[in-house]
């Protein structure tokens, strides 16, 4: 099992920036791909990013160009950032880990329990 823990989240003005955390433990971290989805109220659940553990990342388009996601493998550890945040940003982001980079996007196996982030207009 692996768990996440996702953090930073919080209240941020349009074109503002956050940066969101997600430790994880259980298992050894550099085997996972990790990734980050986001749901805002009353819509499905929405892939943003993944890495690998090499590094290699893969974003959607609403997101490209303006969040990066990145991983420190040494601290089991995580990272979103998140730069010119729009009202259409708003909604719980959650981390998510698989063994597999391609499957990822689609339905990891593991779960965080979720950060709101709300940006203001």
């Known amino acids: 099992q692996v768990q996440l823990v996702e953090s930073g989240g919080g209240l941020v003005q349009a074109g503002g920036s956050l940066r969101l955390s997600c430790v994880a433990s259980?298992?050894?971290?550099?085997?996972?791909?990790m990734g980050w989805f986001r749901q805002a109220p009353g819509k499905e659940r929405e892939f943003i990013a993944v890495?690998?553990?090499?590094?290699?990342?893969y974003y959607a388009d609403s997101v490209k160009g303006r969040f990066t996601i990145s991983r420190d493998n040494a601290k089991s550890t995580m990272y979103l950032q998140m730069n010119s945040l729009k009202p259409e940003d708003t909604a719980v982001y959650y981390c998510?880990?698989?063994?597999?980079?391609?499957?990822?996007?689609?339905?990891?196996?593991?779960w965080g329990q979720g950060t709101q982030v709300t940006v203001s207009s």
């Open positions: 259980g298992r050894t971290f550099s085997d996972y791909a």
């Open positions: 890495i690998r553990w090499s590094g290699r990342t």
């Open positions: 998510a880990a698989d063994l597999s980079y391609t499957k990822l996007p689609r339905a990891p196996d593991y």
